[in-house]
């Protein structure tokens, strides 16, 4: 059921709105980058704890580790970029009620965006780059 809105008032509840999705977006941005490199570096810390007997049992742990705070981490960001979405699509509803679009705004890429999962592909990389180091040693 929607919520009824006074036409005098509408531009208030918009600009709450818009600022909710903003708290949300970065509510969810703090969450992934907590979490997500917490359990890496977790990871890295079970590797380094038996840096002098590799073993398979520690490369599974440690594996795992890494891929569950990269998968929260992912998860995370899809949330941020979600939130971050609606907001341009918010402001290019406005834009275009308003008849001041002159273009319009880009959505926020998940794959590619510098915010985005590029900073996964990099946990991924150092993971990868440690546990080469630890089992060619």
Avoid: C
Avoid at 17 to 40: C, E, N, P, Q
């Amino acid at each position: 059921m929607p919520i009824p809105v006074d036409k005098n008032n509408s531009t208030a509840v918009h600009i709450a709105h818009y600022k909710d999705l903003g708290d949300w977006a970065r509510h969810y941005s703090l969450v992934r980058m907590i979490v997500g490199t917490f359990f890496v570096a977790l990871a890295l810390a079970v590797i380094l704890s038996q840096w002098q007997q590799p073993s398979w049992a520690i490369l599974i742990v440690a594996a795992s580790l890494a891929l569950f705070g990269v998968l929260l981490f992912a998860v995370f960001t899809a949330l941020t970029f979600n939130r971050l979405n609606d907001q341009i699509a918010m402001i290019n509803q406005a834009r275009k009620d308003l008849g001041v679009q002159e273009m319009e705004t880009k959505r926020v890429d998940y794959w590619t965006s510098p915010g985005g999962l590029p900073i996964a592909y990099l946990f991924v990389g150092v993971f990868g780059l440690v546990v080469f180091l630890w089992w060619g040693k």
